[in-house]
């Protein structure tokens, strides 16, 4: 993998933690009513269903990311959980 493509990876796991952060702080009433929310909650599904999130994981699991870069949103089970609860 190009440092082209990690740098994109990055930018992207950022990207869904701040969508991630400000998900997991609201309740599902706000997220409804809020369209920046709601966005964030489209961006997120996308990246954890649309496959860009198994590739920013493998490449966590390579060790090819920066050790102080944020990264729950790689967890396993995080966006997963997230996604279930507000989808309830």
């Known amino acids: 993998m190009e440092l082209f493509d990690i740098n994109q ?3 992207r796991i950022i990207l869904m933690e701040r969508c991630f952060d400000a998900l997991q ?8 009513a809020d369209d920046s ?5 489209w961006l997120l599904t996308q990246y954890y269903q649309g496959g860009k999130w198994i ?3 493998e490449l966590d ?9 944020k990264r729950g949103v790689l967890s396993q089970d995080a966006v997963f959980d997230l996604l279930d609860k507000i989808n309830k």
């Open 61 to 69: 699991e390579k060790g090819l990311l920066p050790c102080d870069l």
């Open 9 to 11: 990876a990055i930018e």
């Open 55 to 57: 590739l920013d994981y």
């Open 37 to 41: 929310l709601k966005e964030q909650l």
């Open 25 to 32: 702080n609201a309740d599902a009433a706000a997220i409804k």
